[in-house]
């Protein structure tokens, strides 16, 4: 890849920034347009730093600092995806000085398009995390004492499996199926807590499961102790939701911050799936 030199480049005096805002879950979005002034080698984070030290859009109005998340900074949490200038990914590693390559008009920057909407930028993805409880995407342990060293793994599978092992949870892959329906309940009026949570569980659990879920259960069934739960996985991967409903459309593995291999995992998978529902028919 070509090293940017900004002194080399025609770099403009201000950055304009538009903001998709939301003030909380269910709210009506609506845009606002910020202005900051170009500095070198900015990332997306820095940017809305700056963004919520002004508390001032561009004409002026000050208005409510723009809430985002993050944790790492380096592209290993999987916490800051939002869409910026239309394309899902990380804004800790999305570049200022990139991004205006691509267009060096204004940055736009929207939450991911698939969860719903917390605040502004920031959404909820517990879908994400139910989809790799459904799909048992752990090694299964029954104590914390000391059992020694684990199984020893061959060469080719531990690289089969070190790609698989990055995934971030970020959401990337999510956000860019087409597959991927996004699914915002809300909480019905005399409704409990517990009725509410019960009822969004059981709505995840009919949606797609997900290409980071097909993934991680292909992992885990490659793992010597976590195969221990391959049946369950794979029971999981033909249920609802399951594998079935990828379409192949391959938008997810274009996306991948870690360039996970997706599709090679969901072709992975729909072998197993189809050797162990004929097992499944035999043992019947
Ligand atoms: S290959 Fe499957 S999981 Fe990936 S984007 Fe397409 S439909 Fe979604
Ligand atoms: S598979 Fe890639 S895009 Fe999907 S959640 Fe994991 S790291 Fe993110
Ligand atoms: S802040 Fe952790 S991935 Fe961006």
Redesign the pocket.
């Known amino acids: 890849m070509i090293a940017l030199d900004p002194a080399e480049k025609k770099r403009p005096e201000f950055i304009k920034v538009r903001v998709k805002r939301q003030d909380g879950p269910g709210k009506d979005p609506y845009w606002q347009l910020f202005q900051i002034k170009y500095e070198p080698e900015l990332n997306i ?1 820095s940017v809305l730093q700056r963004i919520a030290a002004l508390a001032t859009t561009s004409d002026g109005k000050k208005v409510a600092p723009v809430a985002w ?13 939002m869409q910026i200038n239309g394309r899902v990914r ?4 999305a570049l200022v000085d990139r991004l205006l390559e691509e267009n060096d008009d204004e940055l736009v920057l929207e939450p991911m398009s698939k969860f719903p909407v917390i605040r502004d930028l920031i959404v909820d993805r517990k879908r994400l995390f139910r989809a790799l409880q459904r799909v048992k995407a752990w090694v299964p342990v029954d104590s914390y004492y000391d059992m020694g060293s684990g199984e020893r793994q061959l060469r080719s599978t531990q690289e089969q499996n070190y790609p698989l092992s990055q995934c ?1 949870s ?1 959401g990337c892959c999510l956000d860019a199926c087409p597959q991927y329906g996004k699914i915002e309940l809300e909480q019905r009026e005399g409704e409990s807590d517990e009725a509410f949570q019960a009822r969004e569980l059981e709505a995840f659990d009919e949606g797609f499961v997900g290409p980071h879920a097909i993934s991680q259960a292909m992992l885990f069934n490659n793992h010597p102790t976590g195969k221990a739960l391959a049946g369950e996985r794979l029971d999981a991967l033909t249920g609802p939701g399951g594998i079935q409903v990828c379409g192949n459309a391959q938008n997810c593995v274009s996306v991948c ?1 870690k360039e996970i291999p997706l599709t090679t995992s969901i072709a992975r998978a729909g072998r197993a799936t189809t050797v162990h529902m004929i097992k499944k028919w035999f043992d019947r």
């Open positions: 984070i998340d993050c944790g790492c900074l380096e592209e290993v949490c999987g916490s800051c995806t990380q804004s800790c590693s971030m970020c911050p």
